[in-house]
């Protein structure tokens, strides 16, 4: 069973940082990686697929790159509106997702 | 464009089998666009990807949960259902369903969630 391991768990930034949220699959699964994000009391919404990919809709300022064991999604010119709960999941025959990076604007 | 929405009953006796049902609107649920998932979430685990259906009745199951769930599509009624049996605390949290676009390889729709619970 391929584990998803996200890191930081939490992080406070500032509004027009860059911010780096990074994820570690325990074996490779390609670039089969997907990234979302959830709002207190919301279901979670689709941001990145296939590792980098913008899902239609999402701003630019979201970004995701990486393939193999380590990925990264990186947020630029960070807004207000981009608190939350971030998940990475892994597409690579089941679909696990990682444990969630909070983010808590400062 | 397409809208889910769970149902079912937020109380569940442990050692019961839960059943929530996903009513898709906005689209025909016969789409090759979608296969049709459930995911949960709770404090102790996260989101925990349940499994998904296709609307031909194909099938693919959480490993960790495959000996106790049942997933189905009614394609006359718009809707597809999920059955947990044999239930214990473990099984409380926010029950998803969300669809999982052949495109872009994730849940791109999501129903708002409901709350189940499992006490007696």
């Known amino acids: 069973d391929i584990q998803m391991t996200q890191s930081p768990s939490s992080l406070s930034p500032s509004v027009g940082d860059t911010v780096t949220i990074t994820c570690r699959s325990s074996?490779?699964?390609?670039?089969?990686l997907n990234w979302y994000q959830q709002k207190p009391g919301k279901a979670p919404e689709l941001l990145i697929y296939f590792a980098s990919k913008l899902q239609n809709g999402v701003p630019s300022r979201f970004s995701g790159s990486g393939s193999g064991t380590d990925f990264t999604l990186t947020i630029t010119s960070l807004q207000p509106e981009d608190f939350g709960t971030y998940y990475c999941q892994h597409t690579y025959g089941t679909r696990t997702f990682g444990q969630g990076t909070r983010v808590e604007i400062k | 464009h397409l809208q889910l929405q769970e149902s079912g009953p937020g109380l569940v006796k442990p050692a019961e089998t839960l059943s929530l049902t996903c009513t898709v609107s906005?689209?025909?649920?016969?789409?090759?666009?979608?296969?049709w998932g459930w995911i949960r979430q709770s404090p102790e685990k996260g989101l925990e990807w349940i499994g998904t259906?296709?609307?031909?009745?194909?099938?693919h199951y959480n490993p960790s949960l495959k000996s106790r769930i049942t997933m189905a599509v009614d394609t006359s009624k718009n809707e597809y259902s999920l059955k947990l049996s044999s239930v214990t605390a473990a099984d409380t949290g926010v029950y998803f369903c969300?669809?999982?676009?052949?495109?872009?390889?994730?849940?791109?729709?999501w129903g708002p969630g409901t709350t189940v619970k499992v006490s007696s």
């Open positions: 969300a669809g999982w676009s052949t495109v872009s390889d994730g849940f791109s729709l």
């Open positions: 906005g689209g025909s649920i016969s789409t090759s666009s979608y296969y």
């Open positions: 074996q490779s699964i390609s670039n089969y």
């Open positions: 259906v296709y609307y031909s009745g194909k099938t």
